[in-house]
């Protein structure tokens, strides 16, 4: 079973330039999530989706960044205009439903990451 | 005070020994508990969950949870040189759905 996946594998923009990442879930995983690392901190959560709906973007920085998912299969993250500070590996994790009880059974299977260097 | 919280390291332990990493959290409410493993410049590999108190052993990896006192360990016996790499310690909060709070991560050394 292939894992999830994501494109590019690194980009380097200028600022004010727009990028858009690619993340493919594993097939069957309806919730699909945005993660970043910007360098010397921990990874942050960006955000939620469950099939085609946004779950939880509360964690997304600024209206720079959208995200989308079409048909609730893979997901796009563009930030436009890019800026020096979003700089950092972007993650996406994919996981399976929750299991239907009090406890989020909840194992997120992450990408290798795109690495995004804005100049 | 930060969600999760880690040693940062670096831990350095010789081959065939026991590394002990360590997590604390912050909310009482926290229900999941991840450990992941990322070597460098790789994606973060699930290794351990744990969802309840106590040990749960998985091969020559040990998650230990105590929810009264807010803190979650990893063992790892028998350690291999293979095992050098980045633990991660991440957070389920049953009330923030699925988002996954992570510490910044103990860096591993083991040495032949």
């Known amino acids: 079973e292939a894992g999830v996946t994501q494109f590019p594998s690194h980009s380097v923009i200028e600022k004010g330039q727009t990028v858009t990442l690619r993340c493919d879930p594993i097939s069957g995983h309806d919730n699909l999530y945005w993660y970043r690392r910007v360098m010397g901190k921990e990874i942050k959560f960006l955000l939620h989706f469950v099939k085609e709906s946004k779950q939880d973007e509360s964690g997304m920085p600024n209206n720079r960044f959208l995200a989308e998912r079409t048909g609730g299969t893979y997901s796009t993250l563009k930030v436009q205009p890019a800026e020096l500070e979003d700089s950092g590996v972007y993650f996406c994790?994919?996981?399976?439903?929750?299991?239907?009880?009090?406890?989020?059974?909840?194992?997120?299977?992450f990408g290798p990451g795109t690495r995004l260097t804005v100049l | 005070q930060k969600e999760v919280e880690q040693n940062s390291g670096p831990l350095s332990v010789p081959e065939g020994a026991i590394a002990s990493l360590n997590c604390t959290y912050s909310?009482?409410?926290?229900?999941?508990f991840f450990w992941y493993r990322q070597y460098s410049g790789k994606s973060p590999e699930l290794i351990m969950s744990i969802y309840s108190n106590g040990d749960k052993e998985d091969g020559r990896f040990t998650a230990q949870l105590n929810k009264a006192s807010q803190y979650v360990s990893l063992l790892i016996r028998d350690s291999q040189p293979s095992d050098s790499a980045t633990y991660l310690c991440a957070v389920n909060r049953g009330s923030t759905l699925g988002r996954l709070y992570f510490g910044r991560g103990t860096q591993l050394t083991v040495w032949p």
């Open positions: 994790a994919s996981s399976q439903d929750f299991l239907g009880d009090e406890v989020s059974y909840n194992e997120q299977f």
């Open positions: 909310d009482r409410v926290s229900q999941s």
